[in-house]
């Protein structure tokens, strides 16, 4: 759908059966004896090993467990993708637009569905650079994979309705801080989307931790790296100014290893949205042929 990968047979779902079939494999072997005078039999360890993965799984998106995630793109190719979660932000975003203009660079924005709507001027001129949009979620909950379903779900939705009343059709959602579970890949499917997280993450805890920024990015990028950073407030006792100077020290980090951030979609060869037709100066639809905006 829409160029993303779905699948009905997850890794999950795999390695359930695997886990089926070793545990019957091992059903004749004799109980292991454990210390205090405790027995476990064998075909318990594919089920302990499997109930383990499950919970590791939600923190390791790479391992694509229980839906398909694009990380990053192909190494060949000296490309890299930046990625800003979390905005968009009047006091930060507007002059990261402008310092990216300056070096000529593309990014890809996931937005939290509730400050997209609240500065949809913002949105504009993110759309009016060249940049893509994301879904990430209507209002950023932390713990949203540990909600229920319908919860998931209408988060997921409301911030695309959102999204679409400004003239995009999100086609990649990120989850909040990255973590997936088993409820999701059906609401995804659902709503059209496909899923994107990074393989680059500087741990920058949504810009409370700007020090050293951009020497953690230009220590482990490569080339085809999705890079995960922010585009809201810094914590306390560091500047807007102080972050630009960290993002314009990976701008020219990059550009001396040779690496080019291009658009998102392009990195990993997959749309990232849909412009349903061109917006006004404050964010809202007007009235012209619609254009693909990927
Ligand atoms: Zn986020």
Redesign the pocket.
Known sequence: MNGWPHSKLSRALLAGLVGLAAGAGLAFLEPLRLPWGLALSPAALPLVLYVALCFAAPFFPVWSFFLPIVTRGPRERPAVALTF??GPDPRVTPALLDLLARYGARAAF?VVGRNAEAHPEVMARIRAAGHEVGN?SLS?DPILMLRSARLLQSEIAACQAILQRQGVTALAFRP??GITNPRLPPVLERLGLGCVCFSCRPLDF?NRRVAGLAAKVLGSVAPGDVVLL?DVMPGTGVTVEDWLSEIEKILVGLQARGLKPVALSQLIGRPLMVASGAVDGAGAPVARPAAEGA
């Open positions: 979660d979390d996931f990430h950023h909040p801080v949504g922010h």
